[in-house]
Structure formats: C-alpha cells, structure tokens
C-alpha cells in the first residue's frame, strides 16, 4: 500500500472513530451537561477532518479528474462523491447554522446517516474495483512481454 492510500485511510478512520465518539457525547437534550470528552472528540474530529479536507484536493487531482476523462463513471463512485458533498456541506452548517432552515430539519441527523453511508460505500468502492485494476496491469505486461518475444 502507497504511503498516501495508508494516510488517507488513516486520516478516513481517525474521522469515523471520533465522529462516532462525538455523537455518543452528545447530550440528550438541552438541559443535560455536555460530557467531559465532548470538547476532545470535536476538537480531534475537526483536525481530521482539516486533514482530509486538503486531501480532498489530490483525490480530485489524481483519481476522479482522470475517471472524469476517461468518461469511466461508476455509480459507487458517483454516489460516494455526492454523499461526501452533503457531508462537507452539513459540516460546514453544523459550525455556522443557518437561520433559514426549517424547524423539522435536524441538520446533526444528515450530518449523522449520510456518514454512515459513506462508511458502507467507501471500502466498497475501494475493494470491489481493486481487482480489475491489477488484472489489467498484468494483461498489460503480458502483451508487452509478447511484443518483445517476438
């Protein structure tokens, strides 16, 4: 694994880990103390979310960018980009609420279940296209091993 990929996953799970760990320390209402850990868990999610937010850029650069010209468009692959969307954007609103938004919507909700789909379409996405890719480097290497033998 390139020291990218380990750092991108690292940087995925350090989110899912103190995301998970920040909706738990949630109080139950308004009236509840926040629990001693809240202020840790939004202060680590935050760094990682910084961190990915800069690797957002060479994912854009090196792996969907080249998808795009490809004209090579996965529905996993699209679905996982829109639900990053939503999440980046109900983070966003999550530190600054808007005062227009409906009563009825509860933004940490979305914020909440769209992450948790992500958590389910991220690692497929990574592992169901991961052996086409190595197929089709091998079969490039057996023609060009071919074109030379002869």
Do not use: C
Request: hydrophobic share 45%; charged share 15%.
């Amino acid at each position: 694994m390139k020291h990218g990929k380990l750092l991108l996953w690292f940087v995925y799970v350090g989110m899912v880990i103190t995301g998970i760990g920040l909706y738990l320390t949630l109080p139950a209402s308004v009236d509840d103390f926040p629990h001693p850990l809240q202020g840790d868990f939004r202060m680590w999610h935050g760094l990682f979310v910084f961190i990915s937010l800069f690797s957002i850029g060479q994912i854009f650069q090196e792996h969907i960018r080249k998808q795009i010209k490809k004209w090579r468009r996965y529905p996993d692959g699209v679905i996982h980009l829109l639900l990053w969307s939503v999440v980046i954007v109900t983070g966003f609103l999550l530190y600054y609420p808007p005062l227009w938004l409906p009563e009825w919507f509860n933004l940490s909700n979305t914020h909440w279940y769209v992450s948790l789909a992500i958590i389910a379409v991220l690692p497929f996405h990574a592992i169901y296209h991961r052996p086409k890719r190595k197929f089709k480097k091998v079969q490039a290497r057996r023609t060009t091993s071919e074109a030379t033998a002869k």
